[in-house]
């Protein structure tokens, strides 16, 4: 069986029950738990799907998208994310993702993302009202840990903020709009 979608997530138990779903739906699927075993799967199998994590083990998968286009230029990747931000959104979109999802998504989601030529939609409403100081920071605080590539440290740094007060803001869900 060829898998044609490659399913790259560190959660062991979330990445198994999305290759046996995406597999049941008629998408044969593999997945892989780290960078390493990700861009081996692709280079074997070329797969046409790539369902990212964003965070692998403290690593960037934004970082993953060039080389993963590079195996596979047609290939369609949705990026997957339990710390959406509108700043990691956009940067996955300009290295080539289709389609920025936060978690918890539906399967059904994922595969509309997959089909969907419109381009993104983040699914994020447009407000009249401006965002709340906490969301601000909490979107700048994404945009200097994805300019550091992940880097904890040296995020704190760039913030003037201790690491362990950084660890805390970042264990938190991110604030509503």
């Not at 590539?149 to 995020?155: K, P, V």
Request: proline share 6%; aromatic share 4%; charged share 25%.
């Amino acid at each position: 069986m060829t898998a044609q979608t490659l399913i790259i997530d560190d959660d062991p138990s979330f990445n198994a029950i999305l290759v046996r779903t995406m597999t049941r739906r008629g998408f044969p699927a593999q997945g892989a738990l780290n960078v390493e075993a990700a861009l081996s799967i692709a280079r074997e199998l070329r797969p046409q799907q790539i369902v990212l994590d964003l965070n692998l083990n403290g690593s960037s998968g934004l970082a993953l998208i060039p080389e993963l286009l590079a195996i596979n230029p047609d290939c369609r990747i949705v990026v997957l994310t339990g710390y959406a931000s509108i700043a990691t959104a956009v940067d996955a979109v300009k290295l080539g993702a289709v389609q920025y999802l936060a978690k918890p998504v539906e399967i059904d989601a994922i595969l509309a993302a997959f089909e969907d030529d419109d381009g993104p939609d983040f699914g994020l409403p447009v407000s009249e009202e401006p965002l709340s100081v906490d969301r601000m920071e909490w979107e700048h605080i994404q945009r200097i840990l994805n300019e550091n590539e992940g880097n904890i440290s040296a995020t704190a740094r760039a913030l003037k903020m201790h690491r362990r007060t950084l660890q805390r803001k970042l264990s938190k869900r991110p604030v509503k709009t």
